[in-house]
Nanobody, 125 residues
Framework: QVQLQESGPGLVKSSQTLSLTCTVS??????????WSWIRQPPGKGLEWMGI????????YYNPSLKSRASISRDTSKNQFSLKLTSVTPEDTAVYYC????????????????WGKGTLVTVSS
């Protein structure tokens, strides 16, 4: 069973960089034909997909609205992937989730089956 856990500071100052880490257990993040994602939900709003890192390609792709500020990286030795969001404002306050975006079971792709429980990050003005 794949499990994901977000971690990082719950409070960030405006103009600084938001940094979060997702620790994965039950599967290697580098497994071929998997993609790992960051998704967020601002208060009172819907889910917003932020980006993914995909394997074996080791490639990233971002929501165009966040591409200039977001960066996803991985630390394979710790089976973790991370999010950095620069120049944050209070509009970036949200519950941030990491999730297994997709995986291939040898027949078909599955999507968004496994999520972390989320972590609230508040950006102060």
């Amino acid at each position: 069973q794949v499990q994901l856990q977000e971690s990082g500071p719950g409070l960030v100052k405006s103009s600084q960089t938001l940094s979060l880490t997702c620790t994965v257990s039950g599967a290697s993040i580098t497994t071929s034909y998997t993609a790992w994602s960051w998704i967020r939900q601002p208060p009172g709003k819907g889910l917003e997909w932020m980006g993914i890192i995909a394997f074996p390609y080791d490639a990233t792709y971002y929501n165009p609205s966040l591409k200039s500020r977001a960066s996803i990286s991985r630390d394979t030795s710790k089976n973790q992937f991370s999010l950095k969001l620069t120049s944050v404002t209070p509009e970036d306050t949200a519950v941030y989730y990491c999730a297994l975006y997709s995986y291939y079971d040898g027949r078909i792709y599955y999507g968004l089956e496994y999520w972390g429980k989320g972590t609230l990050v508040t950006v102060s003005s």
